[in-house]
Every structure is written in C-alpha cells, then in structure tokens.
C-alpha cells in the first residue's frame, strides 16, 4: 500500500512541480519514474523504458507533422477562414459547430481519437483567428468526439457493446450510447455557458470572401480527406497513414520539410510521453488500483453508480478508457448489482463506468486532450491551456457524477 500511494502522490508533485518551475511536466515525470519504479519499486530499467507510450507518440508525431505541413503552405490558416466565413459571422455558433462536426463524425466510424486528431488543428486555428477561448473549442470540440464516439458501430462503442454482452444483460449499445450523448451535451452547455461562448468578445470576423486554395493547398486538402477516408473505411492507423501523406505531400514538393519539422510540437509530445511513463510506474505498483478499492468500498445503493463514475473516471486519468478502464471494471457490476441486492441495476453500472472513463479524456494527459492540446497555436498561452484542460476534465468527471447521483443519467 506504500507504494501505491506514493505513486499517486508522485504523479500530483510531478505536475505541481511542472507549474511551479515552469519546466516541461514530462521530463519531471521521466525522473520520478525512475526514481520510483527502479529504486523504490524494483522494476527493470527496460520495463520502465517500455511504458513509453509508443502508439501515442506515433500517432501524435504524425499528425502534427501532416498539419505543421499545411500550416506552413498555408493550407490550415485559409480552411480556418473559409470555417469562418460559412458561420456567416455569427461566433457563438462557431464551437458548437465543431461539436456537432466531431459528434457526426465520431458516430459513424472512426471513434473519438481519431476525430480529435483530425480536427483539433483545425478547431484551434479557428479559435486564434477568431479570438475564441482555446479551451473553449478544445472542450465542445472533445465532447462532441466522444458523444460520438461510443456509438454502436464506432470502435469503443463496439468494445462496450462486447464487454456487456458477457454479462447477459441484453443489448447495450443504444442504452450506453443515449446516456454518454445526455452527458456530454449538458457538459458542453456548462462549459459554453461558463467560459461565455454565447458572447461575441473582440474577435473580428470578416466576412470578406476568403481566397481560392492554390494548387499546393488543393493537393494537401486532398492528403488531409484521403487520411480521413483511411481512418473511416478502411481502419488505418492514423499515425502511421499521416506519416505516409506527409511523406508523399513532401515529394510532391508542396510543402517545406525543415519548417514543418520545425513546427512539430516537439515540447508537448515529451509532456504526454513522460506523463505516461509514470502513470504506467504508478499503475504498476497499484496506485490505480488502491484508489478505485477506496472508492468502490465507500458505494451504496443511492450513491452506487455516482462513485462508479468516479472510480472510471480516476482509472481514466491513468489508463485507457477502452483498453483498461471498461475491461476492468465492467466486469464487476454483477457482483456489486448483486451486492446491492439489485437496487442498482447492472445496465447503470455499466453506463456511469462508459461515462466517467470518457468525461476524463480532455485531460492534457489524455489521449483526446494531448491531441487537441497539441493543436494549439503559437498564439496561445500553452501553460495556462494544460492547467484549463486538467481543471475541465475533473469538473467533467464530478459534472457526470452528479448527473448519475441525481438520476439524470444513468437511470436505476
């Protein structure tokens, strides 16, 4: 128990630390994993090593080079103005298109992750030029994706529907899909109402008919849809697809190579990465565990699905959503629906572990929220960003408890 609970104190002086001395949170993070996996915990260099989150990284790297390249020649700055110039001025509608745009788009396929990495380039070159919030438009933009994203046919949506099956409990995938829809609108209004969406600020949007692209911009649109096609249709890695359209936009001649390369977010890709290794050291030593027992022995039958929410939305923090968090305790509902003597069904159960594994994800150290926090522009205050998004997500996380404690969701 020592050292699960020093592993979860280490990962909070491991951020404190990051804010303070203003030095990269990552490279703080890398340090404490040594310290605490090899010398404290035991664990081989190599399998501290091996937490690096490779996938992550991959698919961060390659899509911010695909999109530093259409930055460079131009091509991001004018789909931004022509985004504009479609909400024919009317601003506070702006976030809210990028909500309903990722939520489309997550529902019919390619899942959250991939929507986010998709558009968050976009989204937040759209929010510089129109002097919209960055958090604002990373949030609705996040819930919108992941509204979408549990969808019965998309990728974890289908994981949901699979895991429930096991309990025979019936078809799950509409009731988990309604419940994650409620939620995330009624946050994305909290959010828009909160950071003053419905205001019109001092962005100056001109209506003044934006350019056409020039044919290195139409060539680089084309790279950008065959990506989403490649996602969508035919399951491609994302990361992996992004390096090869970066390559071959790069032979193409439309972009410069040292100014993209220049452009990647080189800072925030060691941040996630770093953060990641010693989440995985403090997983490791039973950190997440202990804390989702604290949580799990403290439930009720008024408060069962509220702390399930919470319990997820903690392991969120530290793991997967879909590859750890549902696997792991979707499972248990039986019992603990059989614990409460049935006065909390196992269909809730299972619906509050969905919710507060997803209303996490705008976490800076979340995949959802790396990828929209590596969208952001040169413009922004980067530091004060990672403090919103991390503030944002524990509000999602106790905003979603409460919707389950109340009944609004997650209905008994």
Not at 19 to 32: E, L, M
Not at 143 to 151: E, I, Q, T
Not at 160 to 187: A, C, E, H, P, R
Not at 290 to 296: G, M, P, R, W, Y
């Amino acid at each position: 128990m020592g050292l699960a609970v020093l592993s979860l104190i280490a990962i909070i002086v491991a951020i404190a630390i990051g804010f303070w001395r203003n030095i990269n949170t990552g490279i703080v993070s890398i340090a404490f994993a040594l310290i605490l996996g090899q010398y404290m915990g035991h664990l081989k260099v190599n399998a501290i090593i091996n937490f690096w989150p490779t996938n992550l990284f991959f698919i961060l790297l390659g899509v911010t080079l695909l999109f530093s390249l259409a930055k460079v020649n131009g091509t991001l700055e004018l789909i931004a103005k022509k985004a504009v110039y479609l909400s024919r001025g009317n601003k506070p509608l702006i976030p809210f298109i990028f909500y309903f745009l990722a939520l489309i788009l997550a529902s019919i396929g390619p899942g959250n992750i991939s929507v986010a990495a998709l558009l968050a380039p976009i989204a937040m070159t759209v929010a510089s030029q129109t002097k919209i919030k960055p958090i604002l438009m990373g949030e609705l933009l996040i819930l919108g994706a992941v509204g979408g994203g549990v969808s019965p046919i998309a990728p974890t949506g289908i994981i949901g529907v699979n895991l429930s099956d096991k309990l025979n409990i019936g078809y799950m995938g509409n009731y988990i899909w309604m419940n994650q829809l409620i939620t995330t609108f009624l946050f994305a209004l909290v959010v828009y109402f909160v950071l003053g969406g419905y205001k019109r600020g001092d962005g100056k949007i001109t209506l003044e008919k934006p350019a056409s692209f020039n044919k290195n911009q139409w060539i680089t649109i084309v790279g950008i849809l065959v990506l989403v096609f490649a996602v969508i249709f035919i399951n491609a890695n994302i990361g992996l697809a992004a390096f090869f359209i970066a390559a071959a936009l790069l032979l193409l001649g439309v972009g410069d190579e040292k100014k993209s390369l220049a452009g990647v977010p080189w800072g925030t890709l060691i941040l996630v990465s770093g953060t990641g290794i010693l989440i995985s050291v403090a997983d490791k030593l039973g950190g997440v565990k202990f804390l989702s027992s604290v949580l799990a022995s403290m439930m009720g039958p008024k408060s069962a699905t509220a702390i399930m929410t919470l319990t997820s939305g903690i392991m969120s923090f530290f793991s997967s959503a879909s590859g750890v968090v549902m696997p792991t305790l979707i499972p248990t509902v039986t019992a603990l629906s059989a614990k409460m003597h049935g006065a909390v069904t196992q269909q809730a159960l299972v619906a509050a572990v969905v919710i507060g594994a997803h209303l996490v994800t705008p976490s800076p150290i979340s995949t959802m929220g790396a990828l929209t926090y590596a969208g952001a522009t040169e413009d922004m205050d980067k530091k004060k960003l990672f403090r919103d998004f991390f503030i944002w997500a524990i509000v999602g996380t106790l905003f979603a408890a409460l919707l389950a404690f109340v009944g609004i969701v997650c209905m008994k």
